[in-house]
């Protein structure tokens, strides 16, 4: 008798996590440094104060402004009630975020690909997201929504794998597109670009032969209801035009200053977007019926890349909650000698699908990728900060004990902050009325500061005021006890000088870019 060598493959009695563990323990790993990273990011620190606001009682979008939806602002009160500013709090709240897409990717991967590929998937998923290059470690909507959002996704690969056997009668009112729609809602209560992963997932239902009109109808209704809901809270305590501007109206600004000035590039931008959403909504409709949900997760990759593409921003957050995704979809490759079972016309129909992903993804390159000088998007996002300097950084603050070094290869800022907010509470000035004239806005939280100004960084208020003036007087209204200012806003916003300048206040105390004045007679 001749005996065969066994193919390699997992023993039965293995479960799907024993083949994903290691995984979540490489996630770990990669994001341990993140729980000590110093008050850095601006737009962390803006979510921070925006935060303390509210639970100071504030009403989001009137007392206090912000361009995120109110579930971002929450999640990061709640975090603030607990851990304060903290750091260690908010990069622990994204590490259980990002253990839950990682989750998610290991349930859908182990049940649409195999455990191999699972696998695959699931550490590509933890080293993208572990690692700094995308900033998923960061207090951003991005790397919040990609919980609810990756879920919502893998719940609903599973249910249209055309090999997995569903035992819901047919009369019967199926419980899955309400879950999947709550969670996709969930996202977009995070973040308003979630609208194109939920209209991708509505799509997917609607082409998918497993499912039903009502199925599709069921998931609309959802993220419309639930979207609803939190869109006329916020309209009644603010106002439609607050809202409006808020979560639409600023975004068309931000967006047109990317795009270039030439009527002729934006509606190349724009056409090079829409050629690549038609191309997925093309293979889609033409793979519907193939024996694997891979043009579903072609569908959900390119949908997420799109954002970044459309968006043209050079951050690299904009890419985290592509990763999921992305990483399923690389999984999912067949190999060179299973390309052979592939008849021509699959080929065929895959075209139109892997051509928009490939032109999704290149055009999402302008996000650029961060820690990694090469692939950042310009010198002034990233000229210096590498994976060694994190990594190394870390490691040997651990071990001397002294962070100094480590912290100010972030931002030239953080030394600079952290010695201001110590002037202040050691002076006693710790919670007095102040404005902090700076893109950054750390202080405002690491000093116990009340935000006095509609918003925290001073370019929104540049925004939200107007130019050359409106915020500048809005300050002299408000007679600061302090005012904080940073050289690089004061060269950049001038019209800070003339208060300054005025008699009113004097200089008390300066570090590195940061000075403190102090209005005289107090």
Request: proline share 6%.
């Amino acid at each position: 008798m001749r005996l065969r060598r066994p193919s390699w493959r997992a023993p039965a009695h293995h479960s799907p996590l024993g083949w994903t563990a290691p995984s979540f323990l490489v996630f770990t790993v990669l994001r341990l440094p993140s729980f000590f990273e110093p008050h850095w990011y601006t737009d962390e620190a803006s979510y921070v104060n925006v935060a303390k606001s509210l639970l100071r009682g504030r009403v989001l979008y009137s007392q206090i402004w912000n361009n995120k939806p109110p579930l971002q602002s929450w999640t990061i009160a709640t975090e603030v009630r607990f851990f304060g500013a903290s750091e260690f709090g908010l990069h622990l709240l994204t590490y259980l975020t990002g253990l839950a897409a990682l989750a998610a990717v290991a349930y859908a991967g182990t049940r649409i690909l195999g455990m191999r590929r699972a696998c695959m998937a699931t550490l590509l998923c933890a080293i993208a997201l572990g690692l700094p290059v995308v900033d998923a470690e960061l207090a951003l909507p991005e790397s919040l929504l990609i919980a609810p959002v990756t879920w919502a996704g893998a719940l609903l690969l599973v249910r249209i794998d055309p090999r997995r056997v569903v035992s819901v009668p047919p009369h019967r009112l199926a419980i899955w597109p309400f879950v999947v729609g709550a969670l996709v809602a969930a996202g977009i209560a995070y973040q308003q670009t979630v609208v194109a992963e939920a209209t991708a997932f509505g799509l997917i239902i609607a082409l998918s032969p497993r499912t039903r009109w009502r199925d599709l109808m069921a998931y609309a209704g959802t993220v419309v209801a639930i979207t609803a809901a939190w869109l006329a809270v916020a309209i009644v305590t603010a106002g439609a035009g607050r809202v409006a501007f808020a979560l639409v109206g600023f975004y068309i600004p931000y967006t047109r200053s990317v795009l270039p000035s030439a009527g002729s590039g934006v509606v190349m931008h724009i056409a090079e977007v829409g050629v690549a959403a038609i191309l997925l909504c093309v293979g889609a409709f033409l793979c519907r019926r193939l024996s694997t949900a891979a043009w579903a997760v072609l569908l959900w990759a390119g949908a997420a890349l799109l954002v970044a593409a459309m968006a043209g921003q050079p951050y690299a957050h904009y890419l985290t909650a592509a990763a999921a995704p992305v990483s399923l979809a690389v999984a999912a490759v067949p190999l060179p000698n299973r390309l052979r079972r592939f008849s021509r016309t699959d080929a065929l129909r895959l075209g139109p699908a892997v051509a928009a992903l490939v032109i999704a993804a290149a055009l999402a390159r302008v996000t650029g990728l961060d820690w990694i000088p090469e692939a950042a998007p310009s010198p002034a996002q990233n000229a210096t900060r590498t994976l060694t300097q994190y990594y190394g950084g870390a490691v040997r603050a651990a071990f001397s004990g002294d962070d100094s070094d480590w912290d100010g290869q972030f931002d030239s800022h953080v030394p600079a902050d952290t010695a201001v907010a110590s002037w202040i509470s050691q002076h006693g000035y710790a919670g007095a009325s102040a404005v902090v004239w700076s893109s950054d806005s750390w202080v405002y939280s690491l000093a116990d500061l009340d935000v006095l100004m509609p918003t925290p960084p001073i370019y929104n208020d540049e925004v939200l005021l107007g130019n050359n003036g409106p915020v500048a007087t809005a300050v002299a209204t408000i007679k600061p006890l302090l005012i904080i200012v940073s050289a690089d806003a004061e060269s950049q916003w001038p019209e800070i000088i003339g208060i300054l300048a005025g008699g009113a206040y004097q200089r008390v105390f300066g570090s590195g870019q940061v000075a403190i004045w102090l209005r005289n007679g107090s």
